[in-house]
């Protein structure tokens, strides 16, 4: 699909007369809409869903600039092509959450419903990553917490990405395969550039907090109880505890800030809530848009 300069790879699954699901992929120069689609195409027996590669990733053009305003413009621009001035269901995780926040707050008469898969609402939260990454480190052997600088910042070139990502991929899953991971990382697209460019704007752009609050969209938030990246605090798991517990728990205060928003903490899940869980994740989504 032609997008705004771009060409953009995408998969579409669903009768045409049902609402559509719009599933916005993981990563920062990596990652592709296949993860998703192969996650979320059960739904197309009661929606329509669109999975697509983000321009600079999978096998979408190459095609600049990689900020975060391009890329929710491509969401919209897709939407207009697909359903033309119907409002969509944006769902998405990690990376593809910050776009989902940012294009509900961008474009908020185009969104029915909001989804968000272990995914916070600003930039703030890499210093609770790092310190969760430092406890974790002997589960990934081959990695480092310089390596885990660069995955927050900037990388020498596409193959440092591509190992560096490698070593600590065995930290996003409860139950990892290596070889499985190891395929992965070969036949998976790491670009430095792009990764490097929308890592530079952070500052600028990744910041929703207090934006949140103007979401009218309801909202589900799901996030894996084992979530290094963007964890869940303690509170969220005990009563016993103060409201937010050692950390701020970014999850909940996604939900804390939206008005119409229900947040679900998955037991035995990771970053990849819905790969872990996926049956767990996809009677959430059910249940949460029949309401």
Known sequence: MEVIGANLAYRLVGDASRPLIITLHVGRGLGSHGS???????LSDRYRVLSFDKR????????????FQQLVDDINCIREKIVGDEKVI?????????????????YPQTVSHLILLGTVPSHHHETEAHEQFKSRLHLAPMDSVSMLIKVFSAFKDDNELRVAFFAINRLYYANYDPDV???KNR?????AEV???????RETY???RERLRSVIAPTLILVGENDWVYTPSRSLLSSRLSPFGPAIDQSRLIAEKIPASTLLVVPNANHAVHHDQNGVVIEAICEFLIK
């Open 181 to 183: 991971g190891l395929e």
């Open 195 to 201: 990764h490097n460019e929308l890592y530079s704007e």
């Open 36 to 42: 998703d689609f192969t996650a979320y195409k059960s």
């Open 56 to 67: 600079g990733h999978g096998v979408s053009s190459v095609t600049p600039p990689f900020t």
């Open 187 to 191: 036949s998976t697209s790491h670009r």
């Open 206 to 208: 990744f910041d929703y």
């Open 90 to 106: 944006s769902l998405g995780g990690s990376f593809g959450g910050f776009l989902a926040q940012q294009y509900v707050l961008t």
